[in-house]
């Protein structure tokens, strides 16, 4: 077997094993490309809470594609802060007269998203304390939710399976930071 052959052999396994994984949501992507969209606690990098709808969606379409739902009016929501949703996928993104005002992380990984914190949806809880530390807390609110500052802001979501007390099994549902709705809809 030649040299060439034993390597061509060796990346097909390794090409295989990864889009394996990626289709299973186990592989996520480590380090920032143009092709990965970051989520902070202040918005995303490119895209800070306060910015502009238009670039925003700009932002977000030339990692993730089209929208899954464009951006359409939430008048249920204007008195919370919140006007306007569009979402791609698990990423819901939330808009007030215009401007990004908050998102919604759903409970499966996506392909070209990364979380600044380091912690992915349906993680276990249990990596978001190792990631976190003392600064991660817990509540049984609205059958349970999680809570973390950070320097640039606040990260926060539901748990599950939910209710008191958080367990071994207990994991990340969603990941969530700025205003995504009125407090009884969020945690």
Request: aromatic fraction near 10%.
């Amino acid at each position: 077997m030649s040299a060439r052959y034993r390597m061509t052999s060796v990346l097909g396994r390794w090409t295989l094993a990864i889009i394996t994984l990626a289709s299973l949501g186990l592989a996520t992507p480590s380090a920032a490309s143009p092709r990965t969209l970051i989520l902070n606690a202040d918005g995303l990098v490119g895209a800070p809470f306060g910015a502009a709808q238009r670039s925003v969606v700009a932002v977000i379409d030339r990692t993730l594609g089209a929208p899954t739902k464009d951006p359409t009016p939430t008048p249920f929501l204007a008195p919370c802060g919140v006007d306007a949703a569009a979402s791609w996928g698990e990423l819901a993104t939330f808009f007030d007269h215009g401007r990004f005002a908050g998102y919604s992380l759903g409970h499966r990984p996506m392909v070209g998203l990364r979380v600044a914190g380091g912690v992915q949806p349906g993680e276990r809880l249990s990596l978001a304390h190792h990631q976190f530390g003392s600064r991660l807390r817990t509540s049984s609110n609205q059958g349970g939710a999680w809570f973390v500052r950070t320097p640039t802001g606040r990260f926060f979501g539901f748990l599950w399976p939910s209710g008191p007390p958080p367990g071994p099994r207990t994991r990340i549902w969603t990941i969530e930071a700025g205003r995504v709705g009125c407090p009884a809809l969020a945690p």
